[in-house]
């Protein structure tokens, strides 16, 4: 099977604090792990998820309909910007059971956070922040 990061794997660092906390306090806490809002609420969901989640699908069912198997739709980033991307795909043999890890270049020499390089990957990733007012 596929290697699993974050809450959905079990080994999130809020899902490990949520359990410190329950065993020190015994009280029962509830928490979110931003990757999976997207997944439980829509309008946590980025337009560009919306727009390329929908584009991988109907690729998927083009490579069906051509009766293509074995493979997983991919989106290969031509440009940042502006965005753009193209969508194919890939043999599972080449993705399945792998994981991509973080290019190095995207986290600071320090190892606490992220570089501009990545801020400048993720950004059309994330679309546009919501404004806050604080009182």
Known sequence: SNIEFGAMGGASAALNL?????????YRGEFQV?????????DRASSIDL?????????????ALE???????SIERISSSPYGVRYGHVPLKEVAVRA?????????????????????????LVGSFATYSIL
């Open 18 to 26: 949520h359990s410190l906390l329950a065993a020190e306090t015994g």
């Open 34 to 42: 931003t990757e999976s809002l997207p997944m439980c609420a829509i």
């Open 51 to 63: 727009e390329e989640a929908y584009a991988c699908g109907e690729e998927a069912v083009k490579l």
């Open 67 to 73: 009766g293509t198997s074995g493979v997983m739709v």
């Open 100 to 124: 991509k890890p973080m290019p190095d270049s995207y986290i600071n020499p320090e190892g606490n956070h992220v570089t501009g390089e990545f801020i400048e990957y993720a950004s059309p």
